[in-house]
């Protein structure tokens, strides 16, 4: 049996090494920046424009920094906004207004057009009425909407609208508005001051797992959807270096190479006695994956951002039972639908991979019926 092996010159090679080192320099030139000091840090998917290259983020990410040097993000239907945090793991934005007026911002929120979306929605009948001992019945005006001889509230139940009329108040309907909010429906709010930063969170590109791992997502090339996470520990043999190899040696041998890098690194997590990563493209332990509930279902259950009282559609629910941790406020948490049982949003998404039962109750989730049933 003959083989035939592509080969090229030594000036091709030569060009192969100089595009790597090409990139190697691109992406460090896209290291973490700010716009002054104690202001978020900012690195992909977001860049700071006419600071850094566009290849050094991701479509709809653009930061500006204001006169102040304050961080800004322009929405394309609803303007720009301060930004006050941002969580890379998590994948979730903290915005305000520039103005401190952040109702009047989000009645007319737009997120059309941007890839941000409110991690929860809820309805908010909005009222205007004559002064009134409003803390009496447990009710917050939104300040900066309000004046001398009204005030407007945001109530969100039934039962905020039979306070408000209790309070002996004259009050008309201004109109309903629905809103992006840190809770679901069940947290029971009497009325809200949106006084709270605006929350949101994005899917794509999905750097959330490279972000934990302690990586880097990058872009593979400006204005591409497609991205590459890179500088995780122990990663092994960069990509730089493999696009070489597979350039210069052919497909066989990089097929042979991979065949023998997948060998050592099983032997070493078998020593080690570590799990594969979840996203693996070889599935090791397939009888694990079938045990387990599929990524789409986990996905579907709702999560919830603890406040700063913690409270929890349960009283009781303060601790992870998986963990064994007690849950702190702006931890994200996760709740079956079918029992109602909460646990730290990390913690349950593994424990469903491994076991379809919820780890109190014992109790087989429903899965989501396959796509196009």
Known sequence: ???????????????????????????????NTVCSLNEPVIRFPFRIQNRQSKSCGYPGFDISCGSSNETILELPF?????????????????????????????????????PFHGLYHQSFMLFNCSPFDHRKYGLNPIACLSGYTYAVFALSSSRAVYALQNGNSSCNFIRLVYVPVNWPLYQQILSWDFSEDLRLTWEEPRCGKCELRGGRCAA??????????????????????????????????????LALLCFICGRVRRRLGGLPE????????????????DGATIESYPKIVLGESRRLPKPDDNTCSICLCEYKPQETLKTIPECKHCFHSDCIEEWLRLRATCPLCRNSPERLPPAGS
């Open 220 to 257: 593979v090339k400006t204005n591409s959807s497609e991205v590459v996470c890179s500088n995780v520990p122990h990663q092994g043999f960069p990509r730089s270096a493999l696009y070489a190899i597979t350039t210069a040696a052919g497909v066989p041998a990089v097929i042979l190479l």
């Open 78 to 114: 609803s303007g720009k906004f301060v930004v006050q945090a941002i969580d890379y793991a998590r994948q979730e934005i903290w915005m305000n207004d520039q103005k401190n007026c952040l109702a009047d911002r989000i009645l007319s929120l737009n997120l059309s057009g941007s």
């Open 278 to 293: 979840s996203d693996s493209t070889v599935n090791t332990v397939p009888v694990v994956t079938v045990a387990g509930l």
């Open 1 to 31: 049996m003959v083989y035939s092996f592509k080969v090229i010159s030594s000036t091709s090679l030569f060009l192969i090494m100089i595009s790597c080192v090409n990139i190697e320099a691109s992406q460090n030139l896209c290291s």
